[in-house]
């Protein structure tokens, strides 16, 4: 399984675009980056998942670097609810069972600021 | 749109006791997980039932069992709850491996 590595923390302006980074070196070519967030004690919250190329919805947008290596989640407009723990996950979506489970790490604790 | 459903919300139990975690989702999934949060950690794999009538265990399966009574619910037992089982417990299910999750709002679990 790929080993994903985010900063602990981000502090971002409310309003401004906020763009957190996400190191997934060792990714194979069959696993996808996701992205999910955490507000407070809430259940977490899928944002947005892609392979390689990128993709855009109404939460976010997900751009991976060519060489898969790296991607980065693009909150265009942050908000002071948009204050959670951001988990990025690499995982391939070819197997069911174990393979295709979801293993959340420590993610990065964005704090949006007035 | 109740989505996926965790009763109960709060739970305190003493050492020994056993209960039962209930996980309800309405949205025809196929696959339904159990995942524990620990203060400052990811969360952790308990059990999951990749479709109804199968169940697996993930990282951390000791000390509970679980059961897909049909396609909608999937339940987590604590035979003899212990303080080191104090934690949030995160149900969530998703229709095939190639779609995100949805998870419930969690039960917060405390055994003294």
């Known amino acids: 399984d790929a080993k994903t590595t985010q900063p602990p923390s981000m502090d971002c302006a409310e309003g401004r675009a906020a763009n957190l980074p996400c190191n997934h070196s060792?990714?194979?070519?069959?696993?996808?980056v996701y992205w999910y967030r955490q507000i407070h004690s809430q259940g977490p919250q899928y944002i947005i998942h892609?392979?390689?190329n990128n993709e855009t919805n109404e939460m976010a947008s997900l751009i991976i670097t060519e060489d898969r290596k790296s991607s980065t989640l693009i909150l265009p407009h942050a908000t002071l609810r948009d204050t959670a723990v951001y988990y990025c996950?690499?995982?391939?979506?070819?197997?069911?069972?174990?393979?295709?489970?979801?293993?959340f790490g420590k993610g990065t604790k964005l704090s949006v600021k007035p | 749109n109740a989505g996926v459903t965790q009763t109960p919300k709060f739970q305190v139990l003493k050492t020994g006791q056993s209960m039962t975690l209930q996980c309800a989702q309405d949205?025809?999934?196929?696959?339904m997980y159990w995942y524990r949060q620990d203060p400052g950690m990811g969360l952790r794999l308990i059990y999951y039932?990749?479709?109804?009538?199968?169940?697996d265990k993930g990282e951390v399966p000791n000390g509970y069992n679980v059961s897909r009574l049909n396609k909608r619910e999937f339940s987590l037992r604590l035979e003899s709850a212990a303080p080191s089982q104090t934690s949030v417990y995160f149900c969530?299910?998703?229709?095939?491996?190639?779609?995100?999750?949805?998870f419930g709002s969690g039960t917060r679990l405390t055994v003294v």
């Open positions: 949205m025809n999934h196929n696959s």
């Open positions: 996950i690499a995982r391939s979506n070819h197997y069911g069972g174990s393979q295709g489970n979801l293993i």
């Open positions: 969530a299910s998703r229709v095939e491996v190639n779609y995100g999750y949805t």
């Open positions: 039932s990749a479709s109804e009538g199968t169940t």
């Open positions: 060792t990714i194979s070519g069959n696993e996808y």
């Open positions: 892609g392979l390689k």
